[in-house]
């Protein structure tokens, strides 16, 4: 199971990735109080959920057999998050750095492009809008 | 046949519906039913090209034939992260 | 101060480094149980305590020039460490996750070039020696 | 003038003290230094090039005037992280 409606626990996946391996890289997406100049008050997370958890165990495969050293741990919310809180996490460990960066960096690059979760930001003023990443400005409002 | 259309985020939002069954004729492909869908929905038809596709929750291609019975949604862009 | 005898509280990092900004890249150097093909019990890490700190806080200058948008927060362990504790941990926190990466990953580099740190391996059979990384070996066995 | 030499790690190892205040003639360098501790210890003679060096904890050359009081050290190959 890589998605979650509770709160990421950072920690605990600390806890899980690091044996005596050398170099862990860890990727936290935070949700942030504006995007595209507009101040953001928390954002949904929509997932197909089925679909995603295929998803990610694909990129996970896909990691593994690209780095065959690094072990990863990966986690995504989905439901309401307030901003600061952690929207997905990526820890990659592995004996040296530099495998540990690249297959942590490979994995939030694929997550983001191919894994399907949108995100719905709601603004102070009450109004709200799907995030379409394909379009300049960031920011499809409907409705 | 007949297919279990899935639709999310801002689609869900333009169809006005979470999902629907739809009946096809035989011989259907991905293609075919975003044709149809743009028929029915001027916001679909607006689209410059098909979205991505998703069947029985694997990736497709606009030739992917569709079976009675398959699960089938296109994808707002994603914004997963 | 950047250097401590002290285990490296990873959490209260991620939480000192972590306000609502979008991408957070950690990275944790841990203790391996071997190195250069031999077994390690533990480490001892020395340094040139003075000179480490200012090494490290012109490395957190150079860093904060080069990705401006970019915050770190960066530890050092100094002393004996057993397999699997946490020898250096940086964070940086950005916008997006290029930035943090990018960060993260010259800072790393950086400490680990020019920051007077040295390392001693002790091994099963009793026998140490200074870790030298210009050698191929990446061990040489001092007395 | 002297200076307060620092020895750290496997270079403390070798010159078997972790410091020493040394007399120097007026005029010396970075390089005269370690060209003195060369001719002393036989296991810095076998380098083949002066190891990088500090002067009052920043970064010098072999070029780098010394003055009373300074704090000199020879660095080892550094291996944090």
């Known amino acids: 199971m890589y998605l ?9 996946m600390l806890h899980e990735a690091r044996p005596c391996d050398g170099a862990l ?3 936290l997406g935070v949700v942030r109080n504006e995007n595209a100049g507009r101040e953001t008050i928390s954002i949904d997370y929509e997932a197909y959920g089925s679909m995603a958890e295929k998803e990610m165990e694909r990129i996970a495969g896909q990691i593994a057999a690209e780095w065959p050293s690094a072990r990863l741990v990966m986690a995504h919310r989905v439901g309401r998050l307030a901003v600061g809180e952690v929207s997905v996490a990526v820890a990659a460990v592995a004996p040296h750095r530099a495998e540990a960066f690249a297959a942590c960096r490979a994995s939030i690059d694929r997550i983001k492009t191919t894994v399907p979760i949108w995100k719905k930001e709601h603004h102070p003023d ?3 809008g799907w995030v379409d990443p394909t379009r300049e400005s960031g920011d499809l409002t409907i409705g | ?10 689609f869900r939002d333009i169809a006005g519906k979470p999902d629907e069954n739809r009946e096809l004729p035989p ?7 975003w044709a149809a ?3 029915e929905v001027p916001r679909f038809a607006a689209f410059p090209s098909m979205p991505p596709a998703a069947v029985n929750e694997e990736y497709v291609g606009a030739d992917e034939p569709l079976r009675d019975g398959d699960e089938v949604a296109f994808l707002p862009p994603v914004a997963g992260g």
């Not at chain 2, 011989?27 to 039913?33: A, F, K, Q, T, Y």
């Open chain 2, 37 to 39: 869908l743009s028929r």
């Open chain 2, 27 to 33: 011989g259907s492909r991905v293609g075919d039913l």
């Open chain 2, 1 to 10: 046949m007949r297919v279990h259309l899935l639709y999310f985020a801002s």
């Open chain 1, 25 to 27: 890289c860890l990727f």
């Open chain 1, 4 to 12: 979650t409606t509770q709160p990421i626990d950072v920690a605990k």
């Open chain 1, 126 to 128: 009450g109004s709200s």
